[in-house]
DNA sequence: GTTAAAATAGAATGAACGTTCTATCTAAAA
DNA sequence: TTTTAGATAGAACGTTCATTCTATTTTAAC
């Protein structure tokens, strides 16, 4: 991947997090990123494309920062102020993902917002790449420990969601302590 | 209230709903509502007010939606398979919620939605208006059960956003029955 | 029935949209 | 050194945006 298509997608990520897809258009996306308009269709055929590899890419990131922090927190306890030990893999799979609301979501979650404005064609390209980010997230959560029944992973996937919404308009530290009270509620 | 003007605003909510704030224009929702463009602005000074005016009559209607079917499931212990009774005002939330979900809201909360594509700007009035209803809403929850603490009502808030966020992926039937069963869980 | 004010339809405005075009520049292959 | 292909900057295209203007019609008061 050429240096300048890592700007690009950069850049187009964080103003499409922080103004909307619909709000930010192509012109502020290359002039932010200091590339020309022409190499953008370069790369990418439509600003289509170019939202459908923002979200691959977060996707990507996202999965990553998970896989990594439930790794970090079964080696340290810090999920929860219990004595209860590095906890089970859902505890930490919760854990990691309020660690991702402080250092990356505090506007909610990317892939609903992408879902949210172009789900007025339900077959729309974008909206099928959400459907399948959340149908792949909650086969990563049920793998995750596999003793679990499937209505204890979508219950958990329902404490993520509520976590990522909740801390857009109430501090995020109450929420990361509710959410992992209420993990070790229902998990334990 | 002139009954143009209640057009107006039905038809604004539905497609502000269904398309996102930004992807809809006012010309959209004028031709859709049967009105003039310049009747759209004698009655609102520009999209923004129009956007606060469809967001305050929502919350008048959740809330209204809340309050009435908090009192029927009182009545009706159909929030819940259990034979615990009607239930406590926290799980009859719940269970308005979920129904509310059902009927209105398949695809997320609009207040976020607002808050999401007009965020960049804190100060903003859409999304002040916003940070508002989400406060009210909470104060709302704590005062149906004054006896529970502020965690709790934080986690009961967490829950509800979860289920709307989820339900947008998932099936809502199995939303649902996590959701109360959670709710049991966590508040009985 | 006349008059004053409000509401109407639809065009006009200037800016921004996604996309394409053009003409210049860069850099390796011959 | 010349050739060739791709990358570049930025204007141009036709459309749509929020907002304003104009000219006509409706409504209510006297």
Redesign the pocket.
Known sequence: M?A?KEDLLHVAEILFYNHGF?A?????IVSES??????L??HF????HLVIEVLKRREERYMDHLRFFIDFFKYNGEYAESDSGPGSPFLRIAAAHCRWLNDYAAKGCLFLRAKEEYGAEPEHPIVLQVDEHKHRLREFVQSAEPSRSPEETLRLCLLLEGSTALAESENLEQVTRETLFMAERLFA
Chains 1, 2 share one sequence.
């Not at 055929?45 to 289509?48: A, C, E, R, T």
């Open positions: 050429s300048k619909h930010i258009g192509l012109k502020k200091g590339i020309a308009m022409m190499t269709y370069n055929p439509s600003k289509d």
